[in-house]
């Protein structure tokens, strides 16, 4: 029973990560049909972020503020560093494709995430770097269940990215953003017509899909204390499976495609080996796509006549 | 206005991929040569006519290029060193080779095509075998600092391949035995990483546990994985396999940092063992929980007296922090630089037959060499003899030699 429960805590805890870059993923898809693959790097940033702030404050044995004001200003600073990283990009490398053919910009998104990627190896080196967070936030702490474990770490993973989740569909669903960016996403051309500002529903739409991979960033530091320039490519990868399983372009399919991912690693991991854990997923996205292209909550496209 | 604003971009494009890309066949610069002249070397005999290129094959980018790199700057030094303590003017070009067997066989052609007389590495025992006989036919020297396999010197395949460390046949045993007589488990749990050196230590270690009555659970990770899907299955692995029996779990992997998660993951899943790592986990930054063993193939030179690695030290702080890879490196390139200098002494110009037949004649005292053991080779490539070292973890983090017998 512990493990079942463990293996449990151990997948949530990466799948609301998958979650919360798929929403991402989703996001930008929804609005440009673009699979933005420059995303997840734009998660490792928000990760190396995290790191500086820690170091700006003395380092992981020396803080010079409370641990939970430190976290809240690292995903404050990684989320505003990141929304604006995506906007950047959205501004420089894909709005002037904007009407290229569809391959022009997803072979960008591809040279932004290898610049991305090569600039942090550049700036900060190959070092793997190490959050250290045992030394401020105790391993050992947090509930106990059945022998299972959930530490406080994991505990803020579940809690910060539920409320995100929770203010996305809050926007979304109530906003006048939200009905500016549900406009653009069903007809960009209409949306125009209408007196929306499409570019600035873009960017937006950039803004907070980028600041929520920053934030997961930090969280992924926080709960696997080692970050790299590569950390982004296969987390991206795999959290693009989770936007493809649960329906691309849809908000809810995402963050259940997130967590459905992660609990499935988990449970590979555990009960199966974990020499097949991408194979199992891999094969997921791929079953998926043979038998239904739409993901669990995505429609198919309407054919205009 | 929009025009320009894309081509400023795609300039500056170019720029940072260009800036990536350098690693590739780029030249080096002197790092270090601002430290003192190596030890016990012969000096100014060459002058600057004695001209000649070296390669290093490394992973400089991607998931291990912290090991890359740490060699690159190694190599780089030594390099420096040499050519101001011989009075040489050897230049090191530098091939990316992410650790990728593929990758490695492009570089290596590239290289062959050049006019390098011997290179340093590569890193890995997977890209070795890919690269032996390219090397082998082509007649060119090649030495690694890191590639442990046992069977890259027995199966004949790889005539111009040598290597200053031990093969796993000598370190997967040593450490078995330590593990067997000292620490006395009823079980171990013993992890690879799925690449050619874990998987090779590995399956040196499990038939000296199974002879001794110790009972061996045996599992696999992806080395390749990264972030949060590595983090997945490193939990998962301590949630499902770390039985209370196994007091110790063998870790031979290349990353240190994957060796420290697994040892938190413990920790926070209150799951008590003694973990030993391999060469690839020695890091005093990187992976620091109490009571953990780790095995070398180098020793740590950090608070040596001798004056050589005093200089070594001195001369790589500027890079950061450094595990177990780069002093191998630096004692690999170094035999290439003394048989360049060698070659230049007896009145040729450096050839890759000649520099090759140097080599074989190499013969470097203790003293003389970061190793701190004789560097000499059999005529299969390995080492005459076989060094290793034992470090514990102290409550402190700090990594304590101990004996390893």
Known sequence: ?305 | MKVRLILAAAALTALVAAGCGSSSSSSSSSSGSSSAAAAGSSSGSSGKSCKATIAIEGPFTGPVAQVGLEQLHFAQLAVADDNKANGTNVNLVQDDTQLTPSLATQKTQSILSSGAVAAVGPAGSQEVEAVGPLFGRAGMAFITGSATLPALTTDGKNPTFFRVVPNDNIQGPQDANYVIKHLHPKAVLVIDDDEAYSQGLAKTMIPIFQKAGVKVDHETINGTDTGATLANAINSLVTSKLNPDETVTMLPWQAAANAQQFGLAAQQQHKKTILFGTDGTNSPSQFKIPGSYVSNFGPDISQSSNPLDKQIVAGVAKYGPYGSFGVPTYAATDVEMRAIAAVCKSGQTPSRSNVLAQIKKTNIAPSGTPMGVTIAFKSNGDLTGQPGYLFKISSSGKYQTIPNT
């Not at chain 1, 950047?88 to 904007?98: C, D, K, V």
């Not at chain 1, 967070?133 to 106990?144: D, K, L, V, W």
């Not at chain 1, 691309?248 to 963050?255: K, L, T, V, Y």
């Not at chain 1, 239904?292 to 054919?303: E, Y």
Request: glycine residues 12%; charged residues 10%.
């Open chain 1, 1 to 305: 029973m512990h493990e079942l429960i463990q293996t449990i805590i151990n997948g949530l805890t990466t799948g609301f990560l998958y979650a919360l870059i798929a929403l991402g993923y989703t996001m930008v898809y929804g609005v440009l049909k673009l699979l933005n693959f420059a995303h997840g790097d734009v998660y490792m940033i928000g990760a190396y972020i995290g790191y500086f702030v820690i170091q700006w404050f003395g380092g992981p044995q020396h803080l010079s503020i409370p641990v939970p004001l430190l976290v809240a200003i690292m995903f404050l600073i990684a989320g505003l560093g990141c929304g604006a990283l995506g906007v950047g990009i959205e501004r420089f490398a894909y709005r002037p494709l904007r009407d290229a053919p569809r391959i022009a910009p997803l072979i960008t998104a591809l040279g932004v995430s290898f610049i991305l990627e090569n600039s942090v190896l550049l700036l900060f080196g190959g070092f793997t770097k190490s959050y250290n967070t045992e030394s401020f936030i105790s391993p050992t702490a947090g509930i106990h269940i059945d022998g299972a474990v959930i530490d406080p770490v994991q505990i803020t993973i579940f809690v910060v990215s539920l409320l995100m989740m929770w203010g996305l569909t809050v926007i979304v669903d109530r906003t006048t953003l939200g009905k500016s960016m549900r406009a653009v996403a069903s007809d960009r051309e209409a949306a125009e017509m209408l007196g929306i500002k499409v570019d600035r529903v873009i960017s937006y739409t950039f803004f907070i899909g980028s600041a929520m991979a920053g934030v997961a960033g930090v969280m992924s530091g926080l709960a696997f204390n080692q970050i790299s320039a590569t950390i982004g490519f296969l987390a991206g990868l795999k959290a693009f499976t989770a936007a493809v399983v649960g329906g691309i372009g849809s908000i809810p399919g995402a963050m259940i495609g997130g967590l459905f991912i992660g609990l499935c690693e988990a449970f590979a991991s555990t009960y199966i080996s974990t020499k097949y854990t991408d194979l199992i997923v891999f094969g997921i996205l791929i079953v998926t796509m043979l038998v239904r292209p739409t993901g669990i909550f995505g429609r198919p496209a309407l054919q205009k006549v």
